[in-house]
């Protein structure tokens, strides 16, 4: 089985200030690893994935990821946010198991960008 | 391209009442999958399709969930006799052939039960 831990609930951050997002991950295979930003009334959009390779994952819309397979850890990085970036992140997991790449989500983080 | 779209966006039904959430994948996509999203357990995963094997069920929560997928495209999740517990947000996505090729959301179905 695997899981997912988002610890923080919600963010608060000023615009232009940098922000991290945490994501641990638990699991007994070797994992691919996700981030969905989902902005409010709408679907879930992917920002960036890990796959394999370099550790350092760089996404859309200036989001970077590093994946730290002895933390078990993939925090979602931004050095400067934008007022737009405001929405709930979803850090994701999923395993090359045979049955699919079925998603085990954590239970989101709303990042909430002030002026 | 057109996206994932799923119909309708707004479900309000009684208790009791059987309701078809409907879900139109991307063009060429074989991988089709349904999740669900609600205050209280966040997102689950509920059934997986892939091709025309047998669909992985186990993240249906009760025997009153069901879903097909005919033709190998167009999705329908079917749940009978709805509760208040089963008000949440319904995803679908889907993929391409690969495991872990980039699931493509659509925009969900907010089902209400009263």
């Known amino acids: 089985a695997q899981s997912v831990t988002q610890l923080d609930s919600q963010v608060p951050v000023f615009e232009e200030a940098p922000v991290e997002l945490r994501c641990n991950y638990s699991?007994?295979?070797?994992?691919?690893l996700f981030w969905y930003v989902q902005y409010p009334n709408q679907g879930l959009q992917l920002l960036l994935k890990?796959?394999?390779?370099?550790?350092l994952v760089k996404g859309i819309n200036g989001f970077e990821a590093e994946f730290n397979k002895s933390q078990t850890s993939f925090h979602l990085r931004k050095p400067s946010v934008h007022i737009s970036d405001t929405a709930e992140y979803f850090c994701a997991v999923s395993s090359d198991t045979g049955g699919g790449n079925k998603l085990t989500f954590g239970t989101g983080t709303q990042l909430k960008v002030e002026l | 391209g057109a996206g994932v779209s799923q119909s309708p966006s707004n479900k309000v039904t009684e208790k009791g009442k059987d309701v078809e959430l409907r879900c139109d994948p991307i063009?060429?996509?074989?991988?089709l999958y349904w999740y669900r999203q609600s205050l209280g357990q966040g997102l689950e995963f509920l059934i997986y399709?892939?091709?025309?094997?047998?669909?992985?069920k186990s993240g249906l929560p009760s025997d009153r969930f069901s879903a097909e997928r005919t033709g190998g495209s167009v999705s329908t999740l079917t749940i009978q006799r709805t509760q208040q517990e089963d008000s949440a947000v319904y995803l679908c996505?889907?993929?391409?052939?690969?495991?872990?090729?980039?699931?493509?959301f659509g925009p969900g179905t907010r089902l209400t039960v009263l």
């Open positions: 996505a889907s993929s391409s052939l690969g495991s872990y090729n980039e699931q493509f």
């Open positions: 890990y796959l394999s390779g370099s550790t």
């Open positions: 699991s007994s295979v070797s994992v691919y």
């Open positions: 399709f892939q091709g025309n094997s047998a669909p992985d």
């Open positions: 063009s060429g996509h074989t991988a």
